[in-house]
């Protein structure tokens, strides 16, 4: 009986794992620092998130009358008035309230018992900032 010799075919087999290993090395770890970053973003937007939150249940948790005089303050009572006192220091990042008086659909002109109540990042074009509505009443 004749025996084969393999000792050849380890040798290429060694190679091909190598050759394998460095092209697919680049991709897995391009995926793995995309996914870390991903991370990295998710985690600043849900601070962000977290402070806006935090904004509005400290404004919230100002007595209506303070709220009230808030909307006949200069330049007051419109969608896009900024309340100067409630809203953080200048400087970024900023976190902006706008507070109106309301009817539940538009600015209304008198006190009609409801305000509405808006903080957002200053400069945040998506318009992603969180509202509230407070009554007098509750």
Do not use: F
């Not at 806006?52 to 709220?67: D, G, I």
């Not at 303050?73 to 220091?89: C, I």
């Amino acid at each position: 009986m004749r025996m084969r010799s393999d000792k050849g075919l380890a040798y290429v087999e060694a190679v091909l794992a190598t050759v394998m290993v460095a092209v697919l090395l680049a991709p897995a770890l391009n995926a793995l620092s995309s996914g870390l970053m991903g991370q990295q973003v998710a985690d600043t937007q849900a601070e962000q998130a977290l402070a806006l939150h935090s904004k509005l249940e400290e404004v919230l948790a100002k007595p209506y009358s303070v709220l009230l005089a808030e909307t006949y303050t200069l330049g007051g009572n419109t969608k896009t008035s900024v309340s100067l006192d409630l809203s953080d220091p200048v400087g970024s990042p900023r976190r902006v309230v706008t507070i109106y008086r309301t009817n539940g659909s538009d600015v209304a002109v008198t006190d009609t018992g409801l305000l509405r109540i808006r903080v957002a990042w200053e400069g945040d074009a998506t318009g992603s900032g969180l509202s509230a509505l407070r009554s007098k009443w509750l």
